[in-house]
């Protein structure tokens, strides 16, 4: 089943349970499940507070939805997801999922925030990264979640001493987008214009030498600059009032600063332009059902004190999908012998319709599995071997 029903609000898709640990929710599980075609993950991240919530209702085309708040409290609670018909790319599912605020003082677990932003990078295909004010060192120290990635995720399953975690990042991660919020600056430098772009790469430069000091200032930039290959920045002026900005679910086009509604547009535009379908390791695009079982992979390995890889990930990913292929070819295959013999029958005609039935269902096996494409003659095999011995 593709995305063609709406969902009419967001759901949980990662919460904490009684113990504290966090656990994929069966309703959002269930909802992945019904999702069929390749899917397009954005994901939004940043500290509490800094209306990261009205940003994806944007990309869902709606005023509300993720809840937004108007006190000092964080609203979002854990990983919340949102399913729509991706507007721009025929046959895709935008999957916009919304994280819990960082830095939130109640929490009192950094390690907590640790994993969210982890995960957020792991699941989506497209990392939005929401910040007030603008790109200075403290909003990149701000930013040390990055810096602890390759602590915390791994690529490869085993990576010898002598090499750098952090190679194969690049080739992995998500695009990444900064949203800088509430920018009150002029992009000019050196009496120049500049674009936002050139305003991140700029504030990503590194200063040459070496001590501690230069180190702990290149640390983040160079976590940046290496881990995410496409990078991309948006400005965002003040979108209102202050008095306003305590209910905008309700803010109307008019009411709204109109530079704020032109870069808002901007950033959906590009987003639904830009953002590629979700992949793993090898380039493999994966459907929303892959996409529910990524996230029960990943939430085990943290519950169970492990460091996520991606490469066990998607060993985990190719069994999981690998038995529902078989088993819909098994039923394909039965059906297709149910709707085609009528016995009593010779057996040399019953042997070619059997041979008709098990190559369509060997095609509903490569289609519907997990392949690396100098596996799909083994699997072959195997379902053939399955087929002849369920005859």
Request: aromatic share 8%; with cysteine.
């Amino acid at each position: 089943m593709a995305c063609g029903r709406r969902m009419p609000a967001p759901v949980c898709l990662i919460e904490n349970d009684e113990n504290g640990k966090l656990r994929v929710k069966k309703e959002a599980r269930d909802i992945l499940d019904g999702i069929n075609e390749p899917v397009v993950v954005v994901s939004v991240v940043g500290l509490y507070r800094t209306g990261k919530s009205y940003l994806m209702n944007r990309l869902a085309g709606q005023q509300s939805g993720f809840a937004l708040g108007n006190t000092i409290e964080s609203k979002t609670k854990g990983i919340w997801m949102w399913c729509v018909p991706h507007p721009k790319k025929k046959g895709h599912t935008l999957v916009l999922l919304d994280t819990e605020g960082l830095g939130d003082v109640e929490k009192g677990d950094e390690k907590h925030d640790t994993w969210i932003f982890c995960l957020a990078v792991l699941l989506s295909s497209t990392l939005v990264y929401n910040s007030l004010g603008v790109i200075d060192n403290m909003a990149l120290e701000k930013l040390h979640y990055v810096t602890e990635l390759t602590e915390n995720i791994r690529v490869k399953a085993e990576v010898s001493q002598d090499e750098d975690g952090s190679t194969d990042f690049m080739s992995v991660f998500p695009s990444f987008v900064w949203a800088v919020r509430d920018f009150t600056l002029q992009l000019i430098k050196e009496d120049k214009p500049i674009t936002s772009d050139e305003y991140l790469e700029s504030a990503l430069e590194l200063k040459p030498g070496y001590s501690r000091q230069i180190d702990r200032y290149n640390l983040p930039r160079r976590c940046l600059r290496n881990f995410f290959a496409v990078r991309k920045c948006f400005v965002f002026p003040r979108p209102a009032s202050t008095q306003n900005m305590r209910r905008m679910e309700e803010l109307t086009k008019k009411e709204l600063d109109s530079e704020f509604l032109e870069q808002a547009n901007t950033f959906c535009c590009y987003i639904y332009n830009n953002a590629e379908p979700k992949t793993v390791n090898g380039g493999r695009t994966i459907t929303g059902t892959a996409l529910g079982n990524l996230a029960d992979v990943y939430v085990e390995a943290i519950r169970s004190g492990k460091v996520p890889c991606l490469e066990n990930a998607v060993v985990s990913l190719a069994k999981i999908q690998n038995v529902c292929a078989v088993e819909q070819a098994m039923k394909f295959y039965m059906n297709e012998m149910l709707s085609i013999a009528q016995l009593p029958m010779h057996l040399e005609e019953l042997s070619d319709i059997h041979k008709i039935a098990e190559k369509k269902a060997i095609e509903v096996f490569i289609t519907t599995s997990f392949n690396d494409i100098d596996q799909i003659y083994q699997k072959e095999l195997m379902v053939q071997y399955l087929l002849t011995n369920k005859t």
